[in-house]
């Protein structure tokens, strides 16, 4: 029996565990299964794959995605280009273990994103700070889109970085790229939303949530109500899984 699965501190969110589960039913493979695995605590990282012994590879969500670079013995060129980490390779050789990270953010953002870009897509506001937003900033800035992030709290020395309070009319004037990397609006939280002025948002502006659990979100809602252009994280995350399970079995 082989074990997949998903490293996370919460992860009542998931579809994971049911979009392999399934896949595993339809191909009739009944020597692999797929789990989910709350750690509260990294550094328990290398006694829980010394005691899941048919562990072969992880996916990786919040908060550990950056966290989890320390542990791991090496990391594919676009995981170190963002320095983030959401699909782990693991090699077992005679009780020693080796861990290969990669992003598969990458690959999910760009392609779920591309087919809605517009002309007017000059520039965009990263919601976030955390690891996915490392990869939707390297998508971004390889398309020739000018990015800056959104964070809950003031950064030093990092003159791309706005506050929510920076947020106003003029701004959103000439930002027509919204992509939200923050758990906000996840369930079971879907009563929370970034705190965005969502008066200044219309027809001309494209809302990308990495959120895809609910479907519609709260900003999400708020967006479509104002006329924008909105999409969610669900085909972000099929990309992704398909691209999880190619890495782990080659």
């Keep these: 029996m082989k074990t997949f699965g998903l490293i996370g501190e919460s992860l009542q969110h998931s579809f994971s565990k049911q979009y392999f589960t399934d896949k595993f039913k339809r191909n009739n493979w009944n020597d692999v299964k797929y789990e989910l695995f709350e750690i509260t605590e990294l550094g328990e990282l290398n006694t829980f794959l010394q005691n899941n012994e048919t562990l072969c590879g992880l996916n990786v969500t919040i908060p550990y995605k950056q966290s989890i670079l320390s542990y791991l013995d090496e990391l594919d060129e ?25 992003n598969t953010d990458i690959l999910g953002f760009s392609s779920a994103i591309k087919p809605f870009l517009e002309s007017s897509h000059q520039k965009a506001l990263i919601l976030g700070t955390g690891g996915a937003s490392k990869a939707v900033y390297y998508v971004l800035n390889q398309l020739g889109i000018d990015c800056y992030f959104v964070s809950q709290t003031k950064r030093e020395k990092q003159t791309n970085t706005f506050q929510y309070s920076d947020i106003n009319e003029i701004m959103l004037s000439s930002f027509k790229l919204i992509v939200n990397t923050t758990p906000l609006g996840m369930y079971p939280n879907v009563s929370t939303c970034p705190e965005l002025p969502f008066q200044y948002i219309n027809e001309t502006h494209f809302v990308f949530d990495l959120v895809y659990n ?15 252009l909105t999409q969610n994280g669900l085909s972000m995350l099929y990309l992704q899984a398909e691209k999880g399970w190619e890495i782990w079995n080659t």
């Design 78 to 102: 676009t995981a170190k280009i963002v320095s983030a980490v959401n699909c782990i390779k693991i090699i077992r050789n005679k009780g020693a273990l080796y861990l290969k990270g990669y």
């Design 214 to 228: 609910p479907e519609e979100t709260l900003l999400i809602k708020k967006s479509k109500e104002k006329g924008a």
